[in-house]
């Protein structure tokens, strides 16, 4: 399993952005039963919990940090998955990472990064 993101740039506060995440050796019935996470790291910092989203799509859970300003989703049919992020902070600025869970085994990708800033 690949798991591989884009999405990341240099964004002004109060800008946007959409992340993509594509995992490659799955079928697509595979990938609709992990569990898709975001994590993040920003400069000296412990990596830290974003969004998650269930296989179904349905419920999704977020950071109290992002709530209300990132929505994460999925397609299935594409073995994607995606966090939009609006009104974007400088405290936002990390790598941006997603992973893949399903029966105890996790994978990750390599990361997009995301800078917030005037």
């Known amino acids: 399993v690949q798991l591989a993101e884009s999405g990341g740039g240099l964004v002004q506060p109060g800008g946007s952005l959409r992340l993509s995440c594509v995992a490659s050796?799955?079928?697509?019935?595979?990938?609709?039963?992990?569990?898709m996470s975001w994590y993040r790291q920003a400069p000296g910092k412990e990596r830290e919990f974003v969004a998650v989203?269930?296989?179904?799509?349905?419920?999704?859970y977020y950071a109290d940090s992002v709530k209300g300003r990132f929505t994460i989703s999925r397609d299935n049919a594409k073995n994607t998955v995606y966090l939009q992020m609006n009104s974007l902070k400088p405290e936002d600025t990390a790598v941006y990472s997603c992973?893949?869970?399903?029966?105890?085994?996790?994978?990750w990708g390599q990361g997009t990064q995301v800078t917030v800033s005037s």
């Open positions: 050796g799955l079928t697509v019935f595979t990938f609709s039963s992990y569990v």
């Open positions: 992973k893949a869970a399903y029966r105890g085994n996790n994978y």
């Open positions: 989203i269930s296989s179904a799509g349905s419920p999704t």
